[in-house]
């Protein structure tokens, strides 16, 4: 009986290490994959670039860095620009999984993942990204009141172990070199949690209801 080949996977992020703190346990938990992420700013961030490639190597994932503006005013980016940056950086195939940012973000609140989560869901709505599937990042903070959580009640929703949370976390402390009482340290999730779309429809209905389920 032949193999199933394996799957194919891209996760499109705004930063270096929105892949690891809210997908990196995923990533590793499935060498066979083949892992390509997209992060969408600071490729010419002398500090932060380098640490991403070397994240790639350990998660055993190809990749590529864009430079969106990401500076500290975070002033809305053009919703042309960022598309046109997405597609040029993502390769030009079929996917069998695409992962990024919710639509309300992973916490209370950044833009940058907001938009680009807006940006993948509509991009995949209009053809332009072709892909079986779409997970979001399904976290909240209580409007600031604790760390991000991963949602219990999401579709997708997998407790790491012990040795996949300690290689994530090391990343995050070790190669993205982040203090352990930093706020990614503190908030590295133990569980990984997803809303799921097989429906390009499906994902734009709940793009334009804000992200919310009801």
Known sequence: MDKKPPKAVAVIVAHPDDETLWA??????????????????????KD??????KTLQILGSEGIMGDLDDGPEQK??????????????????HFD????????????????HEEVSKAIIELWHKGKISANELYTFAYEDGGKKYYPRPVENAPV??????????????????????????????TTPRAESFWQFTNSDDA??????????K
């Not at 060498?31 to 700013?41: N, Y």
């Not at 932060?48 to 490639?53: E, G, S, T, V, Y």
């Not at 992973?106 to 833009?111: D, G, L, M, S």
């Not at 929703?157 to 340290?185: C, D, H, P, Q, V």
Request: glycine letters at 6%; proline letters at 5%; one cysteine or more.
């Open 204 to 213: 734009k209905k709940w793009l334009n209801n804000g992200g919310v389920i």
């Open 24 to 45: 990196g346990g995923t990533i590793l938990s499935h060498p066979s994959w083949q892992w390509f992420i997209v992060c969408l700013c600071r490729g010419s961030d």
């Open 48 to 53: 932060r670039a380098p640490k991403f490639l």
């Open 76 to 93: 809305p980016l053009d919703d042309n620009e960022l598309k046109h940056a997405i597609l040029q950086l993502l390769p030009s195939r």
């Open 97 to 112: 999984l695409i992962i990024s940012h919710n639509p309300t973000g992973e916490y209370t609140r950044h833009i940058r």
């Open 157 to 186: 929703y997998r407790t790491l172990s012990k040795r996949i949370w300690l290689r994530k976390y090391n990343i995050i402390t070790e190669t993205y070199g982040f203090e352990k009482s930093s706020f990614e340290a503190e």
